[in-house]
């Protein structure tokens, strides 16, 4: 018997529906789990008792279950609630533990450097403390993990150049621009620059992917974020990027004002303000800047969002590739976890929140409808 069907035998049971062969059934499976599963004991009363508060919630039961110590598991005539739940820890600890047994660490702080000559740095590599030094710039990396870029020679070469710092799905990393400016890269992102910002009239550079920037103040040089769909001008001021592939772009304002144009059209933004790009031109709302740089925080943070769009910040961080089986998961979810947690607890997280299961076979993750009890 699975779960559903053990989860519908239990409420005819509950409901006095059941046959007397039904019943039979329901009692004999229960006294059979109640003999396998001595691994639950040691879960505790509190743990018990607060799981069937969230069933009883969930289901719509009002009654209150009040569990005696040491007498949980006495009897197959124990309320429908209780049966659910138990089954429920059952199937936690069983059966999600093998889903999710092959668990993945997450993503790491670590990035590539492109020169304009066409030679790669692997940031990860410099240790802390370090500096590199190519004769032309230098690389610093102080105890907290940031990068510093600094320009050394002023030559033609160098100031025609353009670098390009990208991170791979899983990496992510921070780094001090030659003018002073502080950018964040998010993973799967490429960030183009100029080799030496002094070479030109405005300080521009081109994104693919997420990117935080706090930009120095330079009235005489302004500084502008191009991606495939907009344009950012800004003097000094702190916002945020989105412009991954195929995915809406999306800018947010954290401090000062930036100006975004897409296709004619100019829109000034205030802080708490984002604009989104559609095929309608730029629409300017709202926003909850926490939750737009909760990545740059080193927290995966959601509300109210779809499976789908959360397995995409997921499969970004933990660079996993994500399927999904069966009929559309149609909830939708908010939380907020660690971006340092393996991905075993990100999950485990979203499957207890309700309707979703999954299941990780190497570096896929399979997606499905799932117990609306979990």
Known sequence: MNRKEFI?????????????????VYNNWFNSFQQQSPSIAPLGRERVEGLLLTINKEIGIAKKLRVKRRR??????????????????HFIIHDESRRLANDIPSGKFAATLTLANGSKIDLSKII??????????????????????????????????????STALGESVRIVL???????????????????FKKFPSRIVELSGEAYFEVAKDKEHPFLVRSAEQEIKVLGTHFNVSSYPRERQVATLVEGSIAIGRGGIEKLLHPGQEAVSSENGLAVRRADTTLAIAWKNSMIMFERESIVNIMKK?????????EYKGEPVLETYTGAIPRDRNIAEVLKMLEKSGGVEFKVDGRRITVQEGSSFF
């Open 8 to 24: 519908e035998l239990a409420r005819k049971v509950e409901s006095r529906q059941a046959t007397d062969e039904e019943i039979r």
């Open 128 to 165: 802390k403390g370090e500096v590199y030094d190519s004769g032309a710039i230098r690389i610093t990396k102080n105890p907290e993990g940031q990068l510093s870029y600094e320009v050394l020679a002023d030559r033609e070469n160098l100031g025609k150049g353009t670098h390009t710092l």
């Open 314 to 322: 997921i499969s970004r961080w933990y660079n996993v590739e994500v």
């Open 178 to 196: 030659a003018d002073g400016t502080h950018v964040w890269l998010n993973a799967g992102s490429q960030l183009k620059f100029p080799a030496n």
């Open 72 to 89: 949980w598991l006495a009897a197959a005539s124990i309320l429908l609630v209780c049966v659910t739940g138990l089954s429920l820890f």
